[in-house]
């Protein structure tokens, strides 16, 4: 019933900037973290950056001064916008989110289907 969707992706030229969204939609209570992983062509998933529902905000140091996570509460929704990007950005991107479907019940894991990100050099 929870979907989370993906959508920002594409190609773009090293130095170049993106903005990926990722809009929980379904029944949801409350979400919690919040979170962008990535995985490149022969490498393990890895974390990206993550937001708390306080708003407080982590980055890999390989982003660290380049992405910036955000998330818009009202609207369930979580953004990832990249600037400066690297070639060795190039992934696919995936949205995770912690959240509730209702008060009572225990808190889900969910993730995105994967947007592609491609930085040309």
């Known amino acids: 019933q929870v979907q989370l969707g993906e959508s920002g992706g594409g190609l773009v030229q090293a130095g170049g900037a993106l903005r990926l969204s990722c809009v929980v939609s379904?029944?949801?209570?409350?979400?919690?973290?919040m979170r962008w992983h990535r995985q490149a062509p022969g490498k393990q998933r890895e974390l990206v950056a993550t937001?708390?529902?306080?708003?407080?905000?982590m980055y890999t140091v390989s982003v660290k001064g380049r992405f910036t996570i955000s998330r818009d509460n009202a609207k369930n929704t979580v953004y990832l916008q990249m600037n400066s990007l690297k070639p060795e950005d190039t992934a696919i991107y995936y949205c995770?989110?912690?959240?509730?479907?209702?008060?009572?019940?225990?808190?889900?894991?969910?993730w995105g289907q994967g947007t592609q990100v491609t930085v040309s050099s």
């Open positions: 995770y989110a912690n959240g509730r479907r209702s008060w009572s019940s225990y808190d889900n894991d969910y």
């Open positions: 379904g029944s949801i209570f409350s979400l919690n973290v």
């Open positions: 937001i708390t529902s306080g708003g407080n905000t």
